[in-house]
């Protein structure tokens, strides 16, 4: 649904890095991909383990997590 809203903005381009495991290795390579090819980034999808979740910590490592 964000993507089809985005997609009509002339100024906004979509690049979407697929799926990722909850791998953190696997994880920060996509997050640091991420941060320095796109100026914004949204992350979606579930963290089950709370703060032990691959996502979650290779978002706060990165800083990217405001």
Do not use: K, Q, Y
Request: charged share 20%; hydrophobic share 45%.
């Amino acid at each position: 649904m964000l993507s089809s809203l985005l997609a009509a903005c002339p100024w906004a381009e979509i690049v979407d890095f697929g799926m990722v495991p909850d791998c953190l290795g696997l994880l920060n390579d996509v997050v640091a991909r991420a941060l320095t090819s796109c100026d914004a980034r949204v992350t979606r999808g579930g963290v089950s383990a709370g703060e032990r979740a691959a996502s979650w910590i290779g978002s706060r490592r990165s800083g990217a997590m405001h």
